[in-house]
């Protein structure tokens, strides 16, 4: 690896996995950009129109409080900025089929959720609009919030299409435990470095709780969280295809085909096949609360949150990855507003005022104050009451003006700063795939890897006979012709 990357002290926050399943949207404000409602989207206060924006996001379940909570958001924004939102949530299993049919087929949105693994897509197909001169000159705070690294890190093109969320910009993966089994099967957390370290406690776990009891939980989504941090996709979303993150001679590579790599997912197919993976991972769509184990990607006291998610009295979690830093970290939560919206200054005023107002922040993150969630110290302390909020806290904006939550570290949101201080620069930091003239076998390649992964990264095909398969399907859809244009465009940036 490199030197440690040194970013600014005010570097950023972190990544906090929130909730678990699907949704609609909020059904009590009308859309600013329907355009069949262009009377009921508004809102007389003191005779000033308030238009309503559509903001598309990821989350989980809409609880029964969800336009009231929405409500009280909008009543606040109103007055501060004259701006609200009518806040539509896509599932965690539906996320990826529901955003590309809203930018394919034109469906009216004012911000919309995005990250790496489509945001470059998106831009490509002129679905976001073009931000680079509008944040500086509108929403001067926010541009000054966000260090030029992570602005830097979220352009294509050298032109701004998001707001990126200023947090743990860098990655750092955790395997975290359930303490009771912890104690019960006597499993060392701290040296638990590698997948091959998790293979006896997993099968003791297994043994000793019967035979429908999962150690390693997965739904079809993303399989083993983290499982290709080693390799950087150039923000091209497409795992089958990148660098080794460490390799200084930046060197294009068939991912699935690297000796590591395959290693890795002979131990997921053997797990899955001694029933340490659940059986319908690859067609689980949300997943179940009380997870024994799971991979994520974390930061000091991100466990808290876990443990109220999932229902555990307490989790136990070690560092086994990371720091890195990455475009595509930086690209793993922005949010983008639409070439199409009219509504595009209040848009990214309304980001702003998320991104800088401690009480919107904490509404957003947490849901309904006397709910979801009550005031330990003011707005700097809370503690949540329920595990029904849907909404992904690092989807939103950044973590510097929003609370901890109760018992997590006091200093939490310093020791992410000092986390994205050590962070490793990958080779390619900065560097993010030109696809403007590769749309077809962009969209072809990531077809046949959306074919085969929930299979793959569960563990539930054989690596032996599948990977062959994938890699001939995906050279015939243009594999090689990505990675030839991958390495001219690397060698060109580096020169």
Known sequence: MKKPLKLLST????????????????????????????????????STDVPTLVWWTIGGQVPNNFDKAVAAMNEYTAEKIGVKVDIKVASWGEWDTKINTIVNTGEPFDIMFTNGSKYNQQVAMGAFADLTDLVQSETPDLYKLIPEKVWDGSKVGGKIYSVPTYKDSSLTQYWVFDHKYVEKYGIDVPNMKTLKDLDKPFHDMKAGEGKSFYPLPMTQSEGLNGFFNEYDDMALGLAPIGVKADDASRKVVSVLEQPDVMENLKMLHQWYQDGIINPDAPTKPEPDKGKPFMSAQGFPGAEVGWQVNNGVEKYDMVQNYGPIYTTTTIQGSLNAISANSKYKKEALKYLELVNTDPKL???????????????????????????????????????????????????????????????????????????????????????????????????????????????????????????????????????
């Open 361 to 495: 922040r904490n509404m957003l993150a947490f849901g309904e104050e006397g709910v979801d969630y009550k005031k330990v110290d003011g707005e700097k302390v809370v503690e949540r009451t329920t595990d029904t909020w849907p909404l992904a806290a690092y989807t939103q904006g950044t973590f510097f003006d929003m609370a901890t939550q109760k018992d997590a570290p006091a200093d939490q949101w310093e020791q992410v700063k000092k986390l994205n201080e050590q962070a490793f620069a990958s080779s390619l930091l900065g560097f993010s795939m030109d696809i403007s003239n590769l749309s077809t076998e962009v969209a072809n390649t990531k077809a046949v890897w959306d074919k085969y992964r929930y299979e793959l990264l569960t563990g539930a095909s054989d690596p032996e006979k599948m990977v062959p398969k994938i890699v001939s399907e995906l050279k015939a859809a243009g594999m090689d012709t990505l990675m030839k244009a991958a390495q001219e465009q690397i060698d060109a940036f580096f020169k």
């Open 11 to 46: 570097a950023c926050v972190l990544t906090l996995l929130m909730s678990a399943l699907a949704a609609c949207g909020s059904k009590s404000d009308t859309s600013a950009s329907d355009p069949k409602a262009s009377d009921a989207s508004k809102t007389s206060s003191s």
